[in-house]
């Protein structure tokens, strides 16, 4: 019954759009922004006589990563060479005169797109106390696309003591995360790499820094970006899994003056309990519709989640008169595109991971407005 109700309400609404195709209600992010912070953790590494690379080979056991590694572009360099003098000459150059692209050695050119991770693993010899030239390079084009990320730091030297290595990192990642302590693994324990980066990933809490914790998702909708906190339910983990391959985009139509819903293209285990929805409601029906509750309505539902701080009048205005695509992603919004579309509060402030808070923090960065600002 209420599929027939949908169809021809559809077609009423194709005509009615037809006849006010002009008020469709702006809804443009406040920042207009689209900005998103991926989910996968990147580890970077340099390696010359590959300590490095043999500790990135056990990390790269332990947890799921990409790996790049930053190859110099001048090939058989002998660094050891002369009392390590290449390596002196280029850290001295850049220790000179560290903010010119042109003090630092050239690398082979590096295909990343650091918006898909949000964890950042950087793992890099020490030289002469520092951090190797080839590894500064790479932070030096990149560090700037690091803001807010969470940075682990694992150095691997002979003997020598990791700080102006840390130094190093924070000049070149300037608004990078740090994660609480780094990982100095020198050639004496060399051997127990592997039980020392399991006990460093639990120190440093990697497995909640890094996670995109499957009770949350995003849902875009006109560039405006909401956090939905999901249900603890088989469908909702249904849905998860569907979009760890991907995102899904449908079209979504009014319904009833309380809901947008639209066929998500994919059937969901159901778990239908008889509720009342409330606005911000996600709600599976069917099986295989999404409805988007801006409104109220009590029926036998599965409810897959609930966008989280949104009020009817806000979502309304996103939501907008007639189809719309929305888009649901396991992606987590870097600056607050999470914002509300066009609304008339003056400030809106959210952490850097898309958490609204009620005040400026006292200390680090936060969003206001759509503005990352640092306190
Ligand atoms: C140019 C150069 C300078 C180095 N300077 C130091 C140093 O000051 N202190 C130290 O303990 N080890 C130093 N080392 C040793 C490396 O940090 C150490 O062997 C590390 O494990 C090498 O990592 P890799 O095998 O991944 O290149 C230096 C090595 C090179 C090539």
Same mark, same amino acid.
């Given at each position: 019954m209420k599929h027939l109700l949908s169809k021809l309400y559809l077609v009423l609404t194709a005509v009615f759009m037809m006849a006010c195709s002009n008020e469709e209600v702006d809804a443009e992010p406040v920042d207009g922004g689209n900005q998103f912070i991926g989910s996968k953790?990147?580890?970077?590494? =340099?390696?010359?006589?590959?300590?490095?690379?043999?500790?990135?080979?056990?990390?790269?056991?332990?947890?799921?990563?990409?790996?790049?590694?930053?190859?110099?572009?001048?090939?058989? /360099?002998?660094?050891?060479?002369?009392?390590?003098?290449?390596?002196?000459?280029? /850290?001295?150059?850049?220790?000179?005169?560290?903010?010119?692209?042109?003090?630092?050695?050239?690398? $082979?050119?590096?295909?990343v797109d650091m918006?898909? =991770?949000?964890?950042?693993?950087?793992a890099t010899p020490l030289w002469w106390s520092q951090m190797a030239s080839n590894m500064q390079t790479f932070l030096f084009k990149y560090g700037q696309e690091m803001d807010g990320k969470n940075i682990g730091l694992i150095v691997s030297s002979h003997?020598?003591?990791?700080? $102006?290595?840390?130094?190093?990192?924070?000049?070149?990642?300037?608004?990078g995360q740090f994660m609480s302590k780094s990982l100095w693994i020198n050639n004496a324990n060399h051997s127990k790499r592997k039980s020392m980066l399991e006990q460093w990933l639990l120190d440093v809490d990697y497995t909640n820094l890094s996670a995109t914790t499957n009770n949350t998702m995003y849902l875009k909708i006109n560039n405006n970006i909401f956090t939905v906190d999901l249900e603890s339910n088989?469908?909702?983990?249904?849905?998860?899994?569907?979009?760890?391959?991907?995102?899904?985009?449908?079209?979504?139509?009014?319904?009833?003056? %309380?809901?947008?819903?639209?066929?998500?293209?994919?059937?969901?285990?159901?778990?239908?309990?008889q509720i009342t929805t409330e606005p911000g409601d996600v709600i599976l029906y069917n099986g295989n519709n999404i409805c988007i509750f801006y409104?109220?309505?009590?029926?036998?539902?599965?409810? /897959?989640?609930k966008i989280r701080d949104i009020n009817t009048d !806000?979502?309304?205005?996103?939501?907008?008169?007639? !189809?719309?695509?929305?888009? %649901?992603?396991?992606?987590?919004?870097? %600056?607050?595109?999470?914002t509300r579309a066009n609304s008339s509060e003056s400030k809106m402030i959210y952490?850097?991971?898309?958490?609204?808070?009620?005040?400026?923090?006292?200390?680090? %960065? =936060?969003?206001?407005?759509g503005v990352k600002k640092i306190k």
């Open positions: 953790t990147l580890i970077v590494y =340099y390696s010359y006589t590959n300590h490095t690379e043999e500790i990135v080979a056990d990390l790269k056991g332990m947890i799921n990563a990409d790996v790049i590694e930053v190859e110099p572009e001048e090939k058989g /360099l002998d660094y050891s060479a002369n009392n390590y003098a290449i390596g002196t000459e280029q /850290l001295t150059k850049i220790k000179n005169n560290p903010g010119v692209e042109s003090s630092y050695p050239a690398i $082979d050119p590096v295909d918006s898909q =991770y949000n964890t950042v693993i950087i003997s020598s003591g990791i700080s $102006d290595v840390e130094a190093d990192a924070k000049r070149l990642v300037p608004n088989s469908s909702a983990e249904a849905l998860v899994d569907l979009l760890k391959e991907g995102d899904i985009t449908y079209e979504a139509h009014d319904y009833g003056d %309380f809901e947008k819903v639209g066929e998500l293209g994919y059937t969901l285990p159901e778990d239908n309990k409104g109220s309505n009590s029926w036998s539902y599965t409810r /897959l989640g !806000d979502l309304k205005k996103v939501l907008g008169n007639g !189809d719309v695509a929305v888009t %649901f992603t396991l992606a987590n919004p870097t %600056f607050a595109s999470l952490s850097i991971n898309g958490t609204k808070l009620s005040q400026v923090p006292e200390k680090g %960065f =936060y969003i206001e407005n």
